[in-house]
């Protein structure tokens, strides 16, 4: 199957540097990345093109209008033609074989939601300065960041083989979050994409969930085989998020499944 990392992000080039450099690492590569780019300024597009040589990748570029990551992304995956797509956050690191385990857990009437690692203030303000390849380190060496207090957990580290208890939660959208998270393109088109009349922070990836479990696609578990590297950042402006859990409780109390304002619109 021909797989594209969509990667979102927002003028965090130093961040995006250490995203893109892992998927130029993998043991599988992906065979498109579209950097979702939400308006960042010219420093982001320099960044993607000293890694275009590297792997075939993409800028897909909309104006900065405010959090419009839902858009973004829709416009990122009209540029590619790929069979499966795995969503990803611009500051989130992925580890060698990160692809090579979301294509082993792919499967028709699926979408896999994986989960992250978050990293404290102190830890991600020394690998960005360092360019520090975590990437590559140990499950031992988690352990001890954890330890020490840098980063939330260690435990999603560990791979857990098989694949029937991965799905024994089939129709839990709570915790499908676009910085890990992986579905057949068909699928994404049926249900229209994201809904874009989510503008702010929150709530977009778990509408998108809530649709494709009605459309009878349905949750499978990405823990111990897909965890990411999430770098800390400051917390998003959330002015937003008391009108978005209105519209995803609209959502949840209807019957829609595909989004009015969604991925059609950049396919005309």
């Not at 028709?108 to 360092?130: K, M, P, Y």
């Not at 479990?213 to 897909?226: N, P």
């Amino acid at each position: 199957m021909k797989t594209a990392v969509i990667v979102t992000t927002y003028n965090r080039p130093q961040a995006l540097r250490l995203v893109l450099n892992s998927l130029a690492n993998q043991s599988v590569p992906a065979d498109q990345v579209v950097v979702a780019d939400d308006g960042s300024t010219q420093s982001t597009a320099e960044c993607i093109a000293g890694f275009q040589a590297k792997m075939p990748l993409q800028h897909a570029w909309q104006a900065d209008q405010g959090f419009r990551a839902a858009a973004a992304r829709n416009l990122a995956v009209s540029r590619s033609d790929a069979d499966y797509l795995i969503f990803l956050d611009g500051d989130c690191i992925v580890p060698p074989d990160f692809i090579e385990k979301h294509q082993r857990l792919a499967e028709a009437g699926w979408f896999v939601a994986g989960n992250r690692i978050l990293l404290a203030q102190r830890l991600t303000h020394d690998v960005i300065e360092r360019q520090a390849d975590i990437a590559s380190w140990s499950t031992w060496r988690w352990l001890w960041q954890s330890c020490l207090g840098e980063c939330n957990r260690w435990m999603p580290r560990l791979f857990m083989p098989g694949q029937s208890w991965r799905k024994q939660r089939p129709t839990r959208w709570q915790q499908a979050r676009t910085c890990n998270l992986a579905l057949w393109r068909q699928d994404f088109q049926q249900v229209n994409g994201f809904d874009e009349t989510y503008n702010g922070w929150g709530h977009e990836d778990a509408d998108l969930a809530v649709r494709l479990i009605r459309q009878g696609v349905f949750h499978k578990e990405g823990r111990f085989a897909t965890a990411v590297f999430h770098l800390w950042h400051a917390e998003n402006d959330r002015t937003q998020t008391l009108e978005n859990e209105t519209r995803l409780q609209t959502i949840l109390n209807n019957s829609e499944i595909r989004a009015k304002l969604g991925l059609s619109q950049h396919l005309k």
